[in-house]
């Protein structure tokens, strides 16, 4: 006997697999990677795409900043930043685009230091934000994107 409950799941699992969609959605993460690759004092850009453990979608990576600066490593984190969520935006459509998830995309400095996108300042909701909670649309507003 099966239950109700595994029926109606086992129907949402088969009408997600004819229909073609994905938990996943659009994997942008090759296109923001190249992007970010091409920008000014960037040197190497690792990304990928998931979901996360609540269905969410998620772009994780790692961007190595050829500066030692402090200040002149978080511009051009911010211009990295800037053209791998421009690319989200122009990709997917406004609600996908808008809750992809990016604090997972670290800078690294050439001495090391690690920056967060908390050192960019987004747009985030609560008095105590996790990086897990920072989403693309977050900045929009920084990026002049609509």
Known sequence: MVSRRGLLG???AL???LSGCSLRGKDVSADAQKAAEAVDGVSSV???QRAGANFERLLNGRIEIAEEDRATGIAVYDDAMR???TVIHDRLDDSE???LRVGGIM???ADGTELDVFVLDPDTPG???RLDQVHAGAFYGRYGLT
Request: no cysteine; glycine share 4%.
């Open 10 to 12: 086992g129907a949402a």
């Open 15 to 17: 009408a997600a697999a």
């Open 46 to 48: 690792a990304l990928e």
């Open 83 to 85: 053209v791998i969520v």
């Open 97 to 99: 685009a808008r809750s």
């Open 107 to 109: 800078a690294e400095l």
């Open 127 to 129: 008095e105590d934000p």
